[in-house]
T-cell receptor, first 115, second 115 residues
Framework: NAGVTQTPKFQVLKTGQSMTLQCAQD?????MSWYRQDPGMGLRLIHY???????DQGEVPNGYNVSRSTTEDFPLRLLSAAPSQTSVYFC??????????????FGEGSRLTVL | QQQVKQSPQSLIVQKGGISIINCAYE??????FPWYQQFPGKGPALLIA?????SEKKEGRFTISFNKSAKQFSLHIMDSQPGDSATYFC??????????????FGKGTLLTVNP
């Protein structure tokens, strides 16, 4: 069972470049989300989705776009990378979205460096 | 506004000792309080969780204590082992609130268990 798969694991960008972090889950989870993890800041929610075609902003959405065309995939797009977006990004999914977020299953992370 | 405050930031414990990590929350609507464990280079994984209708939940060496009136909950790791060395995150969400789909994390505690 693959669970939540993130690609790439490592990426270096130059300021102003765009890129997409991929996330796929094979557990038929309704809920998917993106977090960023920075030292001393914990995990901060960027965007989330409660089903195909439905997305919403989290705590730190600026500079990021998401879409959810299928249940399995939830890509995160950086439109014009900035050094402040240097971080480790985690995709997470959960089985339930009707009542709220239960157990989150995380991917192994994507480490992004913006020069 | 930091809705979940976690302390300490770091903790060093001797093998066999008790590790205690504390969290405090502000939103009285929170009704789901999980703890996540993260090893270096990996995504966080659910360790143990509690709902506010009980004051304590134990799973092996890990215990959550919950104090609803004080709006505090804590993780106790009994007989701490070097393999428990990891970053621990407390979190809170509204599981039965209908439209709330955000799991709010504390900033994390880096636990080191010395042999």
């Amino acid at each position: 069972n693959a669970g939540v798969t993130q690609t790439p694991k490592f990426q270096v960008l130059k300021t102003g470049q765009s890129m997409t972090l991929q996330c796929a889950q094979d557990m038929n989870h309704e809920y998917m989300s993106w977090y960023r993890q920075d030292p001393g800041m914990g995990l901060r929610l960027i965007h989330y989705s409660v089903g195909a075609g439905i997305t919403d902003q989290g705590e730190v959405p600026n500079g990021y776009n998401v879409s959810r065309s299928t249940t399995e995939d939830f890509p995160l797009r950086l439109l014009s990378a900035a050094p402040s977006q240097t971080s480790v990004y985690f995709c997470a999914s959960s089985y339930g979205a009707v009542l709220g977020v239960g157990e989150l299953f995380f991917g192994e992370g994507s480490r992004l460096t913006v020069l | 506004q930091q809705q979940v405050k976690q302390s300490p930031q770091s903790l060093i414990v001797q093998k066999g000792g008790i590790s205690i990590i504390n969290c405090a929350y502000e939103n009285t609507a929170f009704d789901y309080f999980p703890w996540y464990q993260q090893f270096p280079g990996k995504g966080p994984a659910l360790l143990i969780a509690i709902r506010p209708d009980v004051s304590e939940k134990k799973e092996g060496r890990f215990t959550i204590s919950f104090n609803k009136s004080a709006k505090q909950f804590s993780l106790h790791i009994m007989d701490s082992q070097p393999g428990d060395s990891a970053t621990y995150f407390c979190a809170a969400s509204i599981l039965s609130g209908g439209s709330n789909y955000k799991l709010t994390f504390g900033k994390g505690t880096l636990l080191t268990v010395n042999p």
